[in-house]
């Protein structure tokens, strides 16, 4: 695989810190023409599966040998390993806790280094500098992989799945809520009902909540809650111009069931034909009056009998 010179970071160091400005200039000494792009630096500290999962969503739609640096590192310093991972498109430079394996696995994994060989020296708390960013700028630009140390094999590996489908309803879990308070759930693919569906979501607190499964957001009025399938391919619940999230409490980890609503009524497939006898006037289940031919007068010299008004 020839690298493409694009070196994409992601960290959980925010930006007011000269951390990620220190990486790039580590990147920069070593591979001067290097193109840096930063996915985010906005990962809620600490939390690797997060960072996972938005690595995991960010890396198909670089150019072939891009090289990804992920650091959300609770570990460094400690006997956890450092990692390449070269994959059958990509790399993937980070901490062996997780961070890189979603994507990695996805790509497909040829090859695994440890970097252990660049650690003497380094900092004990800021791998991301001295290891992580040295070993993607010389990957960047052409270095042998297996010239930055020994084999090694991935010791943590991260799941987003778990969802269960029974009958009509799906229990799964919230995995990433994104800026606009959007919640993905672990359920891919479609789901068991037809668009339109009118669905209660019983959450871990007991809460029920309606909404409707759609095609798009704007399917619902605003303030609606619209249950879809996002670009993906997650079952996503939103609510149409505002924060499903924050208006209902919900966070990564909340668990959930996903059903058909109680009482939901279903139009009939077709119309029932009226039964023999109805009167005229009857309306039929379209709406409209039921035509049948007038009844004959009776030839008779007493009074006239009165019609039934009712229509049975």
């Known amino acids: 695989m020839m690298p493409s010179g694009i070196i994409a970071l992601l960290t959980d160091f925010g930006t007011a810190d000269y951390f990620v400005a220190s990486m790039k200039g580590v990147i920069l000494r070593a591979m001067p023409e290097a193109r840096i792009i930063d996915i985010t630096h906005q990962v809620p500290p600490f939390n690797v599966l997060r960072g996972a999962f938005v ?3 960010a890396y198909k739609w670089f150019p072939p040998g891009t090289v990804f640096v992920g650091v959300v590192d609770p570990g460094v310093g ?13 790399y993937f430079v980070g901490p062996d806790n997780g961070l890189l394996s979603l994507a990695a696995s996805e790509d497909g994994v040829e090859r695994v280094i440890d970097l252990g060989a660049l650690s003497p020296g380094a900092s004990s708390t800021f791998h991301g500098r001295d290891v992580f960013a040295l070993a993607a700028a010389m990957v960047a630009r ?14 943590v590996s991260l799941a987003v799945s778990g969802a269960e489908v029974k009958g009509g309803s799906i229990r799964c879990r919230i995995v990433y809520v994104d ?22 979501m019983e959450l871990e607190s007991g809460e029920v909540l309606r909404g409707r499964y759609v095609a798009t957001y704007s399917d619902v009025p605003r303030g609606d809650i619209a249950v879809l399938v996002n670009s993906e391919g997650h079952l996503e619940l939103a609510v149409r111009e505002g924060s499903f999230a924050s208006l209902h409490k919900v966070a990564e980890g ?8 109680r009482g939901t009524w279903r139009r009939p497939s077709r119309i029932r034909a009226p039964p023999a006898g109805a009167g005229a006037g009857c309306p039929s289940a379209s709406g409209r009056p039921r035509l049948s031919p007038r009844p004959r007068r009776a030839r008779s010299r007493g009074p006239r009998s009165r019609r039934s008004s009712s229509c049975r």
Request: hydrophobic share 35%; proline share 12%.
């Open 142 to 155: 052409g270095v042998d992989p297996g010239s930055l140390g020994p084999p090694a094999e991935i010791s």
């Open 254 to 261: 909340t668990r959930l069931v996903i059903r058909p609503a």
């Open 55 to 57: 690595l995991w969503k």
């Open 78 to 90: 400690s006997r956890r390993k450092g990692l390449l991972i070269v994959g059958r498109n990509y």
């Open 179 to 200: 800026g606009f308070g959007n919640a993905f759930t672990d359920f891919r693919g479609e789901p068991p009902w037809p668009r339109g569906s009118q669905l209660e």
